[in-house]
Nanobody
Framework: QVQLEESGGGLVQAGGSRRLSCVSSARNFSRYAMGWFRQSPGKEREFVAGISWNNVATYYTDSVKGRFIISRDNVKRAVDLQMNSLKPKDTAVYYC?????????????????WGKGTLVTVSS
């Protein structure tokens, strides 16, 4: 069983930045594609960003392209999400995820493990 623990959530003003981190317990962390998803009140969980196991490929949902950056450190077993130019519509619980293919994360497929989530609130 792989455990994922997110941190970094909190309250931020619109236009500000926030960095989320996710640390994994998996000894073979480097074999997993990693991703970030979010869920806003009353909405379904949606894909935000994904990164391949080898750091070669990254994917973003259209609404965050140019504002969010996903990165990973396989030595530290961690994946981060740098969020810039935040908007109130970015308010959500953000979840870290691990699976086989970051490419498939885009259609909410192939996620093997989830973190418990961290809340980001963007005030206007």
């Amino acid at each position: 069983q792989v455990q994922l623990e997110e941190s970094g959530g909190g309250l931020v003003q619109a236009g500000g930045s926030r960095r989320l981190s996710c640390v994994s317990s998996a000894r073979n962390f480097s074999r997993y594609a990693m991703g970030w998803f979010r869920q806003s009140p009353g909405k379904e969980r949606e894909f935000v960003a994904g990164i391949s196991w080898n750091n070669v490929a990254t994917y973003y949902t259209d609404s965050v392209k140019g504002r969010f950056i996903i990165s990973r450190d396989n030595v530290k077993r961690a994946v981060d999400l740098q969020m810039n130019s935040l908007k109130p519509k970015d308010t959500a619980v953000y979840y870290c995820a691990a699976g086989d293919s970051a490419y498939m994360f885009r259609i909410n497929y192939g996620i093997d493990y989830w973190g418990k989530g961290t809340l980001v609130t963007v005030s206007s």
